[in-house]
């Protein structure tokens, strides 16, 4: 779908949708969990209809109680198999595989977009370890054929992606055994495991954080509970930075001052730039603001980048992305997309093996652009229309259903001129 996005001017307040991240794993816990659980806060979209529908298939059900409220009802036994479509999402897939494989004697998994050849072989690596028998062709669909025996101790590289080391934590208390879960390298994106760390515990598991890794005691099993999810700091980045580049404040309502999300870093970062903000009670107030140039190491914060990107061409001076390898295999190649769309809006950026160099201050024109049907690059293109100075055409922007379905009407309540 086309929209044409005209320049205009944000104001009101706003209220950030939950953490899709701490979604995925409290419906998983749920429905790992016996008895039945209520988890609240859920603002649902594909991603979580994926997680949902997988659970499902392994016996879970699930019950929409309304205004972001659902019923869980947890997995009862083992099943002879199980079709896991994980759609688009990397978090279903690679939380899932481990899982699935552990409470099916049979597990077929696919995807669609760019899901089923994103990296897998992390999980693999384990797989031959415990003998686990599988058919992987190099991308989707993967079979598992004989249920998964999670080793004692194992190690994983922790580079690709720290949503391996969740799947494995998710999994490990289904046999009630103990787990060493050792780090091969630096762990990228430990904040995500953090939040893995805090689901388990409210669902009665205990992770230890040690030196090499994380250790999980055994005799430990998942309890039912009561759990209320909280906003996204991914999601807020769009609006915080709606805010600095824009001619009103925008107040966002929901967030976690104390949060542990990597994202709350976002924050920080625009707060390095230059941007204002401030708490009054829990309620966060972003301000226009004159911003520069810094040096932006996405290593823990991937998700934030094309937003910081829009961001950083609209500042003054130069701003460096580091460590930014993994943007390459998301929804998109991050890296690429963000530089061909926002240079399509007058952008001065330049692509790296592992980053961007973003020369700003020269201002944004309009033009026409592709979300490359990534979520992220889709919202950040409309942010970026703030400070256009003409239309731009966006196409594939129903990309935004994959985590925030009603980003569209949010944004033109609050001031944003938006025409199908």
């Known amino acids: ?140 669909p993967l079979v598992t054929e004989k249920r998964f025996e999670m080793p004692l101790a194992f190690s994983l590289d922790g580079h690709i992606s720290s949503q391996f080391f969740t799947g494995f934590l998710l999994t490990a208390p289904i046999a009630q055994r103990e787990l060493t879960l050792g780090i091969r390298g630096e762990l990228e994106s430990e904040p995500y495991v953090e939040l893995t760390r805090e689901a388990m515990k409210a669902f009665g598991v205990e992770v230890e954080r040690t030196e090499t890794g994380y250790f999980i005691p055994g005799g430990q099993a998942y309890v039912q509970a009561d759990y209320d999810v909280e906003a996204d700091f991914s999601q807020a980045a769009f609006w915080v930075v709606a805010g600095l580049i824009g001619e009103h404040p925008l107040c966002l309502r929901g967030l976690n001052k104390n949060s542990t999300q990597g994202d709350r870093a976002v924050l920080a970062i625009v707060r390095e730039m230059g941007g204002r903000w401030e708490w009054k009670g829990d309620d966060l107030w972003v301000y226009p603001s004159k911003t520069q140039g810094v040096v932006i190491d996405a290593r823990d914060v991937p998700d934030l980048i094309p937003v910081l990107a829009v961001l950083a061409a609209v500042s003054e001076g130069e701003t460096q992305v580091i460590n930014a390898a993994r943007l390459r295999i998301k929804e998109s190649d991050r890296l690429a997309s963000t530089t ?81």
């Open 1 to 140: 779908m086309k929209r044409v996005i005209q320049p205009s001017s944000l104001q009101g307040t706003l209220r950030v949708p939950s953490s899709k991240s701490v979604s995925h794993r409290a419906l998983i816990l749920g429905a790992l969990s016996p008895g039945v659980s209520r988890i609240s806060g859920i603002d649902d979209s594909r991603d979580l209809r994926a997680t949902r529908e997988a659970m499902e298939s392994l016996g879970a059900s699930f019950r929409d109680l309304g205004n972001g409220v659902w019923e869980v009802s947890g997995v009862r036994k083992y099943t002879t198999e199980a079709k896991i479509d994980c759609g688009e999402s990397g978090s279903t897939l690679r939380f899932m595989i481990p899982i699935a494989a552990a409470l099916a004697e049979r597990a077929e998994f696919i995807g669609e977009g760019r899901l089923p050849t994103r990296p897998i072989d992390t999980i693999l690596e384990v797989f031959d370890q415990a003998k686990t028998s599988y058919t992987y062709p190099g991308q989707l």
């Open 340 to 420: 061909k769309e926002l240079t399509a809006l007058g952008a001065q950026i330049e692509e790296l093996e592992e980053g961007l160099v973003i020369r700003g201050g020269s201002g944004l024109t309009g033009g026409c652009v592709d979300s490359w049907n990534d979520h992220r690059i889709a919202m950040a293109l409309g942010i970026a229309s703030l400070r256009a100075s003409g239309s731009v055409e966006l196409t594939g922007s129903e990309a935004v259903n994959k985590s925030y379905p009603h980003f569209w009407d949010e944004f033109q309540r609050v001031g944003g001129e938006v025409h199908e």
